[in-house]
């Protein structure tokens, strides 16, 4: 798989904190890729750090194959970002904002009409920034970030201070920049459900590590929900089961597998019985992706 | 690149009065001769001292207390529009390089300081004219009081803008800014290694270009400092 961004072991230490640790992102190409992780654990550090505003204490991070550090202009002409609160100068107009970054990239004019089309702010396009409501600055914010037509979009927390008819907006405009473009982004927040309806892959930092990082459909089998037995001698169970063919986890006093259908449970109960084994409770838990994902950033099981 | 974000920077501080600051400035220096011919123009007759020689002088006593006090505030005012919404994250993720950000913000503000010192000359000669001052007009003289002070206060540019971007809270900055204003008030009494006395073109061997060299070589020296540190710094 061809990856856009590829971060090695990236440590990024604030005198004896360490924010992130030993991070080892992966950006397939073309995907949405969501990073998640609750607040302070590490995910605006991170971006930063993709982005050359901060150096990382150790490790090396790849955009496009080339190197960061070394070709940190070449790599950021193909990059948008909005990173946190949206930066504006509030004293000019939408679009002389966009202007001033526009002459920078050195590309057409026509553009920023273009992307104020896509935020719906070419109405206002004229007016001071000074005046715009948050939601309007947070647009501003993603059409600032789409002004170069970038390869990579990385969009830290984009849907901030919008209501939810905005939300959905974003959301459709992420994903059609996906399909139509091609584009490979990045998009942070602390909501896995936000994440849920856009992502294909996702990535999962606590405490400055990665937990977790695979395709959603994968954290999503880890939440299906479990058939869990309460038995007398867990260990010879499950001795027993995987003997008999049947996948099955033993933890502490309890044997859980994946859900099966009726039939399956009840072949399980009847050899347990059959072969002598007492049976306490069978009982069924029930686990939605959002429980996957406190379990998986609660502070004693890391996964 | 860098002219691109020169012009960057002029776009940015459309609205904000900095024109204006730039215009009222010259303005200022010259008004106080204006009060003080206004007052004393028989005494300086008396004195036989009406002549474009002193009076370039007496100009010239003015220029460096507002000459710094532009820079402090320029340079704040220079931090403060990225820092207002902290924009620094956004204009250092395009593909710039940190030194030609902060190149093109020293040139901004130098060349705000060209524009103020051009209409300092203009306005001191207009004044002169107006004055009926004895004797041919100095032209060279004129200019050279009027930009020699600008290049003996590069330090002081180099030191303001690198401690205005620096510290987030522009409190730092202004306060070593006012106190370098007060030091350019009693420039006769501080001793000559001082950057604050540069301005005033005074030392102990009576040789104003001396300062503008000082000025330009240290000048130099603190911006590439203060670029240097600047690069190096994580913007937050």
Same mark, same amino acid.
């Given at each position: 798989?061809?990856?856009?961004?590829?971060?090695?072991?990236?440590?990024?230490?604030?005198?004896?904190?360490?924010?992130?640790?030993?991070?080892?992102?992966?950006?397939?190409?073309?995907?949405?890729?969501?990073?998640?992780?609750?607040?302070?654990?590490?995910?605006?550090?991170?971006?930063?750090?993709?982005?050359?505003?901060?150096?990382?204490?150790?490790?090396?991070?790849?955009?496009?194959?080339?190197?960061?550090?070394?070709?940190?202009?070449?790599?950021?002409?193909?990059?948008?970002?909005?990173?946190?609160?949206?930066?504006?100068?509030?004293?000019?107009?939408?679009?002389?904002?966009?202007?001033?970054?526009?002459?920078?990239?050195?590309?057409?004019?026509?553009?920023?009409?273009?992307?104020?089309?896509?935020?719906?702010?070419?109405?206002?396009?004229?007016?001071?920034?000074?005046?715009?409501?948050?939601?309007?600055?947070?647009?501003?914010?993603?059409?600032?970030?789409?002004?170069?037509?970038?390869?990579?979009?990385?969009?830290?927390?984009?849907?901030?201070?919008?209501?939810?008819?905005?939300?959905?907006?974003?959301?459709?405009?992420?994903?059609?920049?996906?399909?139509?473009?091609?584009?490979?982004?990045?998009?942070?927040?602390?909501?896995?459900?936000?994440?849920?309806?856009?992502?294909?892959?996702?990535?999962?930092?606590?405490?400055?590590?990665?937990?977790?990082?695979?395709?959603?459909?994968?954290?999503?089998?880890?939440?299906?929900?479990?058939?869990?037995?309460?038995?007398?001698?867990?260990?010879?169970?499950?001795?027993?089961?995987?003997?008999?063919?049947?996948?099955?986890?033993?933890?502490?006093?309890?044997?859980?597998?994946?859900?099966?259908?009726?039939?399956?449970?009840?072949?399980?109960?009847?050899?347990?019985?059959?072969?002598?084994?007492?049976?306490?409770?069978?009982?069924?838990?029930?686990?939605?992706?959002?429980?996957?994902?406190?379990?998986?950033?609660?502070?004693?099981?890391?996964? | 690149?860098?002219?691109?974000?020169?012009?960057?920077?002029?776009?940015?501080?459309?609205?904000?009065?900095? #024109?204006?600051?730039?215009?009222?400035?010259?303005?200022?220096?010259?008004?106080?001769?204006?009060?003080?011919?206004?007052?004393?123009?028989? #005494?300086?007759?008396?004195?036989?001292?009406?002549?474009?020689?002193?009076?370039?002088?007496?100009?010239?006593?003015?220029?460096?207390?507002?000459?710094?006090?532009?820079?402090?505030?320029?340079?704040?005012?220079?931090?403060?529009?990225?820092?207002?919404?902290?924009? #620094?994250?956004?204009?250092?993720?395009?593909?710039?390089?940190?030194?030609?950000?902060?190149?093109?913000?020293?040139?901004?503000?130098?060349?705000?300081?060209?524009?103020?010192?051009?209409?300092?000359?203009?306005?001191?000669?207009?004044?002169?004219?107006?004055?009926?001052?004895?004797?041919?007009?100095?032209?060279?003289?004129?200019?050279?009081?009027?930009?020699?002070?600008?290049?003996?206060?590069?330090?002081?540019?180099?030191?303001?803008?690198?401690?205005?971007?620096?510290?987030?809270?522009?409190?730092?900055?202004?306060?070593?800014?006012?106190?370098?204003?007060?030091?350019?008030?009693?420039?006769?009494?501080?001793?000559? #290694?001082?950057?604050?006395?540069?301005?005033?073109?005074?030392?102990?061997?009576?040789?104003?270009?001396?300062?503008?060299?000082?000025?330009?070589?240290?000048?130099?020296?603190?911006?590439?400092?203060?670029?240097?540190?600047?690069?190096?710094?994580?913007?937050?």
């Amino acid at each position: 798989m061809e990856y856009i961004v590829e971060t090695k072991k990236i440590t990024k230490r604030f005198g004896k904190e360490y924010a992130v640790e030993a991070l080892d992102l992966k950006i397939p190409k073309g995907e949405i890729y969501g990073f998640l992780g609750p607040n302070g654990a590490g995910k605006t550090t991170t971006i930063r750090m993709l982005l050359g505003l901060m150096r990382p204490t150790l490790g090396t991070i790849q955009i496009f194959g080339k190197d960061l550090k070394r070709e940190r202009i070449e790599v950021l002409k193909k990059v948008g970002s909005l990173v946190e609160n949206p930066s504006y100068y509030p004293h000019l107009t939408a679009y002389e904002n966009l202007e001033a970054l526009r002459k920078i990239y050195g590309i057409s004019k026509k553009r920023i009409d273009e992307v104020l089309e896509i935020v719906s702010l070419l109405d206002v396009a004229n007016k001071k920034v000074k005046g715009f409501s948050l939601g309007m600055k947070q647009r501003l914010g993603i059409a600032a970030s789409l002004l170069n037509s970038p390869e990579l979009l990385i969009l830290d927390e984009p849907t901030n201070g919008l209501d939810p008819s905005g939300i959905i907006e974003i959301r459709n405009l992420i994903k059609s920049l996906s399909v139509e473009e091609g584009m490979t982004i990045l998009i942070s927040s602390h909501l896995l459900s936000e994440i849920d309806q856009i992502a294909n892959n996702v990535g999962i930092i606590s405490k400055g590590k990665l937990i977790f990082q695979d395709s959603i459909d994968v954290m999503r089998k880890q939440s299906q929900n479990k058939i869990s037995f309460k038995v007398d001698d867990c260990e010879k169970v499950w001795r027993f089961l995987i003997s008999s063919g049947i996948k099955a986890d033993f933890s502490e006093d309890t044997i859980s597998m994946l859900e099966q259908n009726d039939e399956n449970v009840a072949t399980v109960v009847r050899l347990l019985v059959e072969n002598g084994f007492s049976i306490y409770r069978v009982e069924e838990e029930k686990r939605s992706l959002e429980d996957t994902f406190l379990q998986m950033t609660a502070e004693e099981r890391v996964i | 690149m860098i002219g691109k974000l020169i012009r960057t920077d002029f776009m940015k501080i459309r609205r904000k009065g900095i #024109w204006f600051l730039a215009i009222l400035g010259p303005f200022g220096v010259v008004a106080l001769q204006m009060v003080n011919y206004g007052l004393r123009k028989d #005494w300086f007759i008396q004195q036989d001292t009406f002549s474009w020689f002193y009076y370039v002088r007496n100009v010239s006593a003015f220029t460096p207390f507002a000459l710094i006090l532009g820079i402090v505030i320029l340079a704040s005012f220079m931090a403060s529009i990225e820092n207002e919404t902290n924009a #620094w994250k956004q204009l250092i993720a395009l593909p710039v390089s940190k030194w030609s950000v902060y190149l093109s913000k020293y040139t901004t503000i130098g060349l705000l300081l060209v524009f103020a010192t051009c209409l300092l000359t203009v306005f001191s000669l207009g004044f002169g004219v107006l004055l009926g001052l004895g004797g041919e007009i100095p032209y060279l003289d004129l200019i050279r009081y009027c930009f020699y002070p600008l290049f003996a206060a590069l330090p002081i540019l180099g030191l303001q803008l690198w401690i205005a971007l620096v510290f987030q809270n522009q409190g730092f900055p202004i306060t070593i800014g006012v106190f370098g204003v007060i030091m350019s008030y009693m420039a006769y009494f501080l001793p000559d #290694w001082l950057i604050w006395k540069w301005p005033s073109l005074d030392n102990q061997w009576d040789e104003p270009l001396l300062n503008v060299c000082m000025g330009l070589v240290v000048g130099l020296g603190i911006y590439l400092f203060g670029m240097l540190d600047f690069i190096r710094r994580d913007v937050k």
